[in-house]
């Protein structure tokens, strides 16, 4: 047997010890919690779908997490086996370990955690970290936070420590503080009107060492050991309207990203929201301008990012429509949105029996206008922007209706109609405008009370790239332990390959495990508009999820 797949059954064999040990501590004052996860690939090669060489035989990714809960003290692990991780995962990301260790003092009004900790300033635009496996992100602070409320409606946080960037941790230290005031708690006529208030601001110091970047053979940059951060925002809340309004800025911070140019960063957004029955919409823009911050400035990397930008740009969950997803542009870009849902009462002409959901999403995003100050070369400002002025290039755009029916007690319809443009030179570096069409259509039959049959179909139609796509689906549920699913992504376009996949997948109590095969085409993963690359591949897959 491997080392690797002996390491993978340890770390099992100790998580389920420390399960049953938590099982009989359920009524002390100590409750041990965890979580077992394991997603392995056994690949097999195909040429026909250009599949990368690996290493070994059994590929996977596997965490298992155990947490310690008491009155006041809380502390917690992660072990990690990713010596042979899975396709699209960079090599820094190999290696196992320790991932995350941490120990927390928490009374009613304070909290102090030391090791490994996660933390957001408003909306991100300065400081967001946090772990995403999917996107192989975990851009921990390994350091110091405390969490102080010494009033009613105020909180304080401040913080420090280094970046984890995969097996080690970058030298920048990175230190902030944050505070959040609900005026609503102290003036009393708000309350009164079921009115909410809250002002914030954010700043965040990173300091970095030295590096020797040079712009010619005799020239090398001076460059800034304190970059700055700060951020404000406002947000009112009354019944159903929601709005938000936040602003943030950075000081000089020449890096890899922005070719090491000498010109403040800054973002801006304003965000809208209305809820009542049967009626939402959602109003938001964002613009963004130089605001790559990392803790690293010679390196580019997703776990070295210190702030997140999030898109204006639906997550969809859709095969096809999610084919071309759109990744944030922190260097800078105007976006959009716009999301408004309505439904149709029942027995009226257009909610019919059982009434209509319809959804109306529309995203815009564009370049920023840019106008080249002196040569716009490393060791320059850069470049001079206006800030109400598009530039030339529009980066994405996606119109999408769905409708979302319910024809009798037993079958639920869904359709969508997706219109996208999509500039694949500017997300991936070539590839042009593609514009597609989108159709799908979705079906849910409730055969008895514990069996349920689901079906897609979609097709994509494009004159670029590689042309059309279609996918199928067909998946049954057979409560309350299995789950069956058989599915085709097809080109019939240029390479005419069929990406099919079959699963088969058993729930019991805490335990989850699933069995698949097939092949998994090319493409971007995305989660709020940050993206990972993930190539082909073939074969058996095999994913194990445990909760105590």
């Known amino acids: 047997m491997r080392l690797y797949t002996r390491s993978i059954l340890l770390i099992a064999a100790v998580c389920f010890s420390v399960a049953s040990m938590a099982q009989e501590n359920r009524d002390k004052k ?64 190999k290696g196992w370990g320790l991932g995350n260790i941490y120990a927390k003092l928490h009374t009613e009004n304070f909290e102090l955690t030391l090791g490994n900790f996660y933390e957001q300033f408003g909306s991100g635009f300065i400081l967001r970290t946090y772990e995403e496996r999917s996107l192989g992100i975990d851009n921990s602070l390994l350091g110091g936070r405390a969490v102080v409320r010494p009033l009613r409606g105020v909180t304080l946080k401040a913080l420090t420590g280094v970046q984890r960037n995969y097996w080690s941790y970058n030298d920048a230290l990175v230190s902030g503080g944050d505070v959040e005031i609900n005026l609503d708690e102290w003036i009393k006529p708000l309350r009164d009107k079921s009115t909410y208030l809250m002002l914030g601001a954010s700043f965040v110091n990173k300091h970095e060492g030295k590096d020797d970047i040079m712009v010619d053979a005799t020239h090398k940059l001076n460059l800034p050991r304190n970059v700055n951060a700060f951020d404000v925002r406002a947000m009112l ?17 020449p890096t890899f990203d922005n070719g090491y140019i000498y010109r403040n960063g800054h973002v801006a957004m304003l965000s809208a929201s209305y809820s009542k029955s049967g009626m939402s919409l959602l109003l938001q823009a964002k613009r963004s301008d130089n605001m790559s911050f990392n803790s690293t400035r010679s390196e580019h990397g997703l776990s070295s990012t210190i702030n997140h930008l999030p898109a204006f740009a639906m997550d969809h969950t859709y095969a096809l429509a999610a084919l071309y997803p759109y990744a944030t542009r922190p260097n800078g870009e105007w976006a959009y949105q716009a999301t408004m849902g309505y439904k149709f ?10 009434g209509t959901n319809v959804k109306l999403n529309f995203s815009y995003i564009r370049s920023i206008n840019r106008t080249v100050s002196g040569t716009g070369a490393a060791g320059s400002d850069g470049y001079e922007s206006s800030f109400w002025k598009w530039g030339s290039d529009t980066y994405y755009q996606d119109l999408n209706m769905q409708i979302e029916k319910k024809l009798s007690r037993a079958f639920t319809l869904n359709l969508m109609y997706m219109n996208q443009f999509y500039n694949k030179t500017a997300v991936e570096g070539e590839g042009g405008m593609i514009h597609s069409d989108i159709f799908v259509a979705e079906g849910k039959y409730k055969i008895n009370k514990k069996m349920t049959l689901r079906a897609e179909a979609q097709y994509l139609s494009t004159a670029e790239d590689l042309g059309d796509w279609m996918f199928g689906l067909l998946e049954l549920s057979l409560l309350p332990n299995w789950m069956i699913s058989v599915s085709d992504e097809y080109n019939c376009g240029e390479t005419n390959i069929h990406y099919y996949q079959g699963s088969l997948t058993f729930n019991k109590n805490s335990h989850r495990i699933q069995l698949g095969y097939g092949r998994t085409r090319e493409g971007f993963n995305c989660s709020g508009g940050v993206c990972r690359y993930v190539p082909a591949s073939r074969g058996v897959t095999i994913s194990y999820n445990y909760n105590f």
Do not use: C, M, W
Not at 237 to 253: C, N, T, V
């Open 237 to 253: 809340q009354h019944g159903g309207l929601r709005l938000l309004a936040e602003y943030a800025q950075k000081s000089q911070d």
């Open 345 to 354: 009462k029942r027995k009226t002409l257009l909610g019919g029996k059982y």
């Open 30 to 93: 100590v409750i041990v919690t965890g979580s077992i996860q394991s997603d392995i690939l056994i690949p097999q090669d195909d040429e026909k779908i250009g599949t990368s060489k690996y290493e070994g035989d059994l590929l996977t990714n596997t965490y298992a997490d155990v947490n310690l809960q008491s009155k006041y003290v809380d502390a917690g692990l992660r072990l990690e086996y990713l010596e042979h991780p899975l396709p699209g995962f960079e090599p820094d990301f």
